[in-house]
């Protein structure tokens, strides 16, 4: 489909970690805040990309300075590794899927051309030039998300090894 290419993934990866799933999940809802501490957090605070949990535990959302529709939200799926003690994360870096957002505003700027082409107005020319502008949106958009997937994937690690060493420091 038209829109399908601005949606897929950026980063598909693995990571390995000490931590099983539900000590990931306990970790992460345990050490992440929620979107308004972490907003604040992405303006005030020291971290370069802090992440803010959401209802899905292993969905996070890394905040940064730059507002964009695209960025990357990372989706995590574990399971275990053959070595004993480990488990392997399957890591998407992928930004929301707002396909049904674009077709229903490219469905609303082709019927707005239907009363000017009847009236026979010049005006015609505006909802064709908002229908450019959305693929134009989305292009800077997802470019702007591309460019920001190493810094979230660096950021992440090193918040998982932050969260291993905190976690298995309290294991008995």
Known sequence: ?????????????????????EELKTA???????????????????????????WKPLVLHPLLRSRTSLRGVIRIQCRKAEAAGETVLDITIAPEDA????????????????????A???????PL???GFLFVILAMCRSIGESEVPEIQQAFAN?????EKKYQDEKP
């Open 129 to 131: 030039v908002m229908a």
């Open 1 to 21: 489909m038209i829109f399908k290419r601005f949606f897929k993934p950026y980063a598909e990866y693995c990571l390995r970690t000490t931590l099983s799933e």
């Open 120 to 126: 026979g107005s010049w005006l015609f020319v505006g």
């Open 28 to 54: 992460l809802g345990k050490e992440l805040p929620g979107y308004f501490i972490a907003s604040v957090k992405a303006v005030f605070g020291k971290e370069k990309v802090p992440f803010c949990r959401t």
């Open 159 to 163: 918040t998982l090894l932050l969260l």
């Open 99 to 118: 396909r049904l957002f674009a077709w229903l505003f490219l469905v609303l700027c082709l019927a707005a051309l239907i009363p000017f082409i009847r």
